[in-house]
Nanobody, 120 residues
Framework: QLVESGGGSVQAGDSLRLSCAAS????????MGWFRQAPGKEREFVAA????????IYADSVKGRFTFSRDNAKNTVYLQMNSLKPEDTAVYHC???????????????WGQGTQVTVSS
């Protein structure tokens, strides 16, 4: 089970840190991803991180602004989001996969999501 937190309503240029806590003992076996979905749009890849945290992938739209990290001792991943823009507004979901991927269909376990709203 994955549970996201840390969403909220902020102004453009502000920062937020999302967390995703996982239950179970197998957390370190999974690569993790963040996806987002805005109203009326397809689910969009944001970032992914490898099991050990040594490899990350970012969507071009967030590269240089967002940082994905994980703490396997706490069964938690984090998405630090800086310089937020109105186009970052979406529901953000974390997900777990056996492969490091940008494809949502590679992810087997999903959280319920947390809303991020950025106003101009």
């Amino acid at each position: 089970q994955l549970v996201e937190s840390g969403g909220g309503s902020v102004q453009a240029g502000d920062s937020l840190r999302l967390s995703c806590a996982a239950s179970g003992r197998a957390f370190s076996f999974y690569n993790m991803g963040w996806f987002r979905q805005a109203p009326g749009k397809e689910r969009e890849f944001v970032a992914a991180i490898s099991r050990s945290g040594t490899a990350t992938i970012y969507a071009d739209s967030v590269k240089g602004r967002f940082t994905f990290s994980r703490d396997n001792a706490k069964n938690t991943v984090y998405l630090q989001m800086n310089s937020l823009k109105p186009e970052d507004t979406a529901v953000y979901h974390c997900a777990a996969a056996l492969v490091l991927s940008m494809r949502p269909d590679e992810y087997a376990v999903w959280g319920q999501g947390t809303q991020v709203t950025v106003s101009s």
